[in-house]
C-alpha cells in the first residue's frame, strides 16, 4: 500500500493517482489534508471563488483530515497535519509519496515516515531557478533539503530543471526516476475534426477573421506572470503587424484594470477579457488562438498551460523563468523563448514566432513532444519508484 499526501485534491495529479490505481494496479490510498477545492474556494491571484469543473475523487481511494462542511481548512495555508498519524496507522502504508516540502502537512508526513521507518518517495516542483534567494537563505534551504533527500528513497523529476535541482545535491542516477508534470488530455477536444469546428466557431464568435493572428494568455492576471508586458510588447511592433493581432485574456486577477487601459490605448489591436474558464471549457479558444504567451516573472515552477496548449498544436512563447521551458520549448518548431521582464524582448518574440502560427508541421511538432509528458508516463514514474522499494 502506498500513501500519498496531499493538501488538497488538485485537477492535474488526482488523474494520475486514478492511473496508479487502475492502469497500473499500484495500491494507494492518497490523504488530503482538505477538500476545499472540492467544495470551492478563493484563489488569492485568480480573485474569485470557484472549484474544478472536473472529476478528482473517483477512481482510487482517499481519506481527508479535514472538511470544509464540517469546519475543515478552507484554504492551502490553513490546511494542517492533525490526523494524519492516526490515519497512517489505519491504513498501514508500506511507503509514503510526499509532494512538497514547504507545507506543515508535508514535513510532518516526513516525521511520521521516520517514526514508523516507511520509505519514501518525493515528487514534487522541484527547481533552483524559480525564485531569486540571499545567500544566507540559499544555504540554509540546501542544508535543510540535503538532509531531507537523503532520507528518501527514489525521487521522482517532474522535468529538466527538476532533474538538474536532484543532481546538484549529489543524487545519484539509481535513486531518480522521471514521472513528468502532465495535464489530462479527456476533458479537452483534439481530434483535428473538433479543432476545426471550434477554431471556426470561436473566431467567428469574436468576429476575428482568418488572416488575424490570435494571441492568447490563460492563467492569473497578475504581476508575478508578466501579463502587463504582452500589450506593451505589442505597442513597439510595426503598425501593419499590430493590426493582424488580437488578444484574448483568459483568466481573472489584480492587474486586470491597468490591463483594460492598456487594451484602450491599442490603435490596432483588438483585445478580448474573457473571464476565468474552468478546464473543459478551454478547447475552442485554444484552438481558435495562433500562439500562447506566458511572460512569467518569477515563481514559475512548471507552466501547465504549456503543456494544455501544446496538446492542442499550439505553440508557446515563454519567458526564460518558466520552468517547463527547456522540456517543452523547442525554438522556432514548438515555440521561443525570450527573457524574462524584458518588453523588448517580448517584442521581438512575438515578430518571429508570427511564422509559428496556424502551421501544420509546428502543430505536429507541438503535440508530439507533449506526448512524452503524459498522465501514463507520470503514473508509470511513481509505479517504477514504488515497485523499487517492495
Do not use: K, M
Given at each position: 500500500m502506498l500513501a500519498v499526501i496531499e493538501t488538497h485534491p488538485i485537477q492535474y495529479r488526482a488523474p494520475v493517482y486514478r492511473a496508479l490505481a487502475n492502469q497500473l494496479q499500484v495500491p494507494l490510498t492518497v490523504i488530503y489534508g482538505s477538500d476545499f477545492s472540492v467544495t470551492g474556494y478563493q484563489d488569492q491571484e485568480f480573485g474569485k471563488t470557484f472549484s474544478w469543473d472536473v472529476d478528482l475523487l473517483?477512481?482510487?481511494?482517499s481519506r481527508f483530515l479535514s472538511k470544509v462542511n464540517h469546519g475543515g481548512a478552507q484554504t492551502f495555508s490553513t490546511v494542517s497535519s492533525q490526523g494524519l498519524a492516526q490515519n497512517l496507522q489505519k491504513i498501514k502504508p508500506?511507503?509514503?509519496?510526499?509532494?512538497?516540502?514547504?507545507?506543515?502537512?508535508?514535513?510532518?508526513?516526513?516525521?511520521?515516515?521516520?517514526?514508523?521507518?516507511?520509505?519514501?518517495?518525493?515528487?514534487?516542483?522541484t527547481t533552483d531557478t524559480a525564485i531569486q534567494r540571499h545567500f544566507l537563505r540559499s544555504l540554509v534551504r540546501d542544508i535543510g533539503l540535503a538532509r531531507f533527500y537523503r532520507r528518501c528513497t527514489q525521487v521522482l523529476y517532474i522535468g529538466e530543471n527538476s532533474k538538474r535541482h536532484f543532481q546538484r545535491f549529489g543524487l545519484p542516477e539509481s535513486k531518480m526516476v522521471f514521472s513528468p508534470y502532465c495535464v489530462d488530455t479527456q476533458v479537452f477536444q483534439l481530434h483535428e475534426a473538433s479543432r476545426q469546428v471550434l477554431r471556426q466557431q470561436v473566431r467567428r464568435d469574436l468576429n476575428i477573421a482568418d488572416n488575424q493572428v490570435v494571441l492568447i494568455f490563460s492563467g492569473k492576471l497578475s504581476y508575478r506572470k508578466g501579463v502587463d508586458l504582452i500589450l506593451a510588447a505589442i505597442q513597439r511592433l510595426p503598425l501593419e503587424t499590430q493590426a493582424k493581432l488580437v488578444v484574448l485574456f483568459l483568466g481573472s486577477g489584480d492587474l486586470q484594470p491597468q490591463l483594460t487601459s492598456q487594451a484602450q490605448a491599442m490603435v490596432s489591436t483588438r483585445v478580448h477579457f474573457l473571464d476565468f474558464q474552468n478546464q473543459t471549457a478551454l478547447s475552442p479558444y485554444y484552438h481558435g488562438a495562433d500562439l500562447l504567451i506566458l511572460p512569467s516573472r518569477y515563481s514559475e515552477t512548471w507552466g501547465l498551460v504549456v503543456n494544455e496548449a501544446l496538446h492542442h498544436g499550439l505553440p508557446c512563447l515563454v519567458s526564460d523563468a518558466v520552468g517547463c521551458a527547456p522540456d517543452l520549448i523547442k525554438p522556432g518548431q514548438t515555440g521561443n523563448l525570450f527573457r524574462a521582464g524584458s518588453v523588448d524582448?517580448?517584442?521581438?518574440?512575438?515578430y518571429q514566432s508570427l511564422p509559428l502560427a496556424h502551421n501544420p508541421q509546428v502543430q505536429h511538432h507541438c503535440k508530439q513532444l507533449v506526448s512524452h509528458y503524459s498522465v501514463d508516463k507520470a503514473a508509470?514514474?511513481?509505479?517504477q519508484a514504488y515497485h523499487f522499494i517492495e
Open positions: 473517483s477512481g482510487y481511494s508500506q511507503a509514503l509519496l510526499i509532494t512538497g516540502y514547504n507545507h506543515r502537512l508535508y514535513r510532518s508526513a516526513f516525521y511520521q515516515a521516520w517514526r514508523l521507518g516507511l520509505p519514501i518517495l518525493f515528487r514534487a516542483e524582448h517580448l517584442a521581438e518574440g512575438i508509470e514514474g511513481i509505479a
